[in-house]
């Protein structure tokens, strides 16, 4: 009688369950392969291949005050490729970065745009003084470069709906991409600046690398899902969670430090803004979420509150109706 | 022996009363048994559709809600099948189980202390041996257990907390070891830097060879052009409006690395602790009892800043033996 029950248990209980441990590890193989791609070294070739005095004769005078002269990091005289004409600055860059200055065809309708929609708040000329020479509400605007321009109209930033705002928040622009490249053409020719606009070429980025320079330069305020984060007096980071933010703009906000962003000039090389810009705009705004819910990426608090509500109150009433007297 | 014999089926002999299906405890399952299992029935069908649209999922690699919603679906229905089938369609009880007599048999019994009284002589001895040896276990396991209290209370922590690895002369290096230049940054701008007092200049390679201590990161922020006095007595700390502070909040020990450029203030994430640049990083607000550490600030030969002086006091959240303020 034993023999017979030891084999029946065998074959009807220990066989299945052997086998049906060794399919769940097979499947948790499939399901979380090794991480074989891991962060390859990330070379930053800085070297100034520009004669300074003699690209300045054809690219004008240009306000270098916003940039550090640090090799590839946003300067044009320290850039690898450099292209004036007729004293004006084209374009500047390198490999990670093309930045660009609006044609200058755009300058007279970018006069009429601000004419229209920026003169009251900033001054016909953009400078801060209004027709009476008093100081406007917003700032001058003369000498921040044509990426500043680009950044807070783009952003829908400005035109601001509130004025007395403690800070303008991003919403859909009123203008269009077009209007608001016009719109830095026109301010930068009163005082031309840089940075440009920046174009950052995604192809060669390493997501890798700009992971851990957003951890280490961007996640204390921004947090490090991007999904933003209050700040002292009213301010707050803004979420990068928002696909509507492109990477046009993160390269922008990088160089420029709109309002109480740090401004990341020499410290950050034009290939590293490139490899962070890949991350915000190819990881942080698509989540993989592999426990398919992302609950905003707001933190612990808002994970907990979950766990504890939906999770054991939920537990909680299956319990009650299994031990429920029928 | 034989009489033990005879008593052994004492056991088997008591009657273990089970309570009846008319048992007037046992109360209807459910009104409807017939409904129930239909029920129950569907609940299975529905799981393993649930399954098989699990492992559909899993094989034709469709998203993770598929897949986690059909696989946590189907658990669900089985789980929910199998304790509605206990619930409704097994007997509720109460039910009684009544023990067996527990007592052995008297001359069990009495054979049982014969043979105690029998071995007493042999049994004493040997427990003596056991007794020692486990009270020998005991005892050493007791004073191995009091050597974290004694250590406790042996020599202080001394200096340790008080030092870093910040010197007169050492250069700040970012995260990848390179050095900051004196237009590294622009007016608004901020990075981590780590102390690197070993620098060695190989085919042009800079490289160093010392480690810096995770309370040696410093944040270092350009608040203008020109050098400024953050506070009476630390005149000429500030090159070319640069200014650097420990990146460890006095308050808990966290990275303060929040940088408001236009409010010049630097704000713990942790408990909002801020600290204003312009003021030698006293608190404005939160929990922080002390303001940041700040690091002097100067050129070396070749232009890259460094540290003229160590920081003057211990840096992190304040410990018993600190004697600064």
Known sequence: MRAPLKRKLFRQFLLPAGLLTVAAMASLAVFFPGTGAGASGHADASQVSTNAKAVLKACGSVNTKGVSPIPNTGNPFTSTNLICHSGGLISYGNDSITYANPPASYVAAGRQLFAQTCSSCHGNEANGVGPGGQATIGPNLQGVGAATVDFWVSSGRMPATDVKAVEAERKPSRLTPKQALELAAFVNSLDPAVPAVPYPHLQGANQSVGASLFSLNCAACHTITGAGDALAFGTNAPSLQNRAVTPQQVAEAIRIGPANMPRFSGNLSDAQVRDIVSYVTGRLQHPTNPGGFGLGGVGPVAEGFVALLIGVGGLALVCFWIGERS | ?325
Not at chain 2, 107 to 114: I, N, Q
Not at chain 2, 178 to 200: E, K
């Open chain 2, 1 to 325: 022996m034989s009489d033990a014999a005879d008593h052994q089926p004492s056991r088997t002999r008591v009657p273990i009363p089970v309570a009846a299906l008319s048992d007037p405890h046992m109360g209807d399952a459910a009104r409807h048994p017939k409904r129930v299992e239909n029920i129950i029935a569907v609940v299975f069908v529905v799981a393993m559709i649930f399954f098989g649209l699990a492992g559909a999922a899993y094989w034709q690699n469709w998203n993770v809600w598929t897949f986690g919603g059909a696989l946590g679906g189907g658990l669900f229905a089985l789980g929910f099948g199998l304790t509605a089938w206990g619930k409704y369609l097994m007997p509720q009880g109460p039910f009684v189980e009544e023990r067996h007599v527990l007592a052995s048999a008297p001359d069990e019994r009495d054979s049982m202390s014969a043979a105690l009284v029998e071995r007493t002589a042999v049994v004493v001895r040997r427990r003596k041996v056991l007794g020692g040896l486990f009270a020998a276990g005991a005892g050493i396991f007791g004073i191995v257990a009091a050597f974290p209290l004694i250590r406790s209370l042996g020599p202080v922590p001394g200096d340790e907390l008080d030092v870093n690895q910040w010197k007169a002369g050492s250069v700040l290096v970012d995260s990848n070891g390179r050095p900051v230049r004196r237009d590294t940054l622009v007016i608004g701008g901020i990075m981590t830097v780590y102390p690197r007092s070993q620098m060695r200049v190989e085919d042009g390679q800079v490289t160093f060879t010392d480690q810096g201590l995770a309370t040696d990161q410093t944040v270092l922020v350009r608040v203008s052009n020109e050098p400024f006095t953050t506070v009476p007595g630390r005149e000429n700390w500030t090159p070319d409006g640069y200014v650097a502070y420990s990146k460890v909040c006095t308050h808990l020990g966290c990275p303060v690395g929040l940088y408001e450029q236009d409010l010049e203030l630097l704000v713990c994430p942790c408990h909002q602790s801020m600290f204003n640049v312009r003021n030698g990083a006293v608190p404005q607000f939160g929990p922080a009892p002390r303001p940041l550490p700040q690091l002097p600030l100067g050129y070396n030969d070749q232009g890259y800043l460094i540290a003229t002086a160590s920081y003057d006091q211990p840096l992190g959240p304040g410990f018993f033996e600190r004697t600064t303020t």
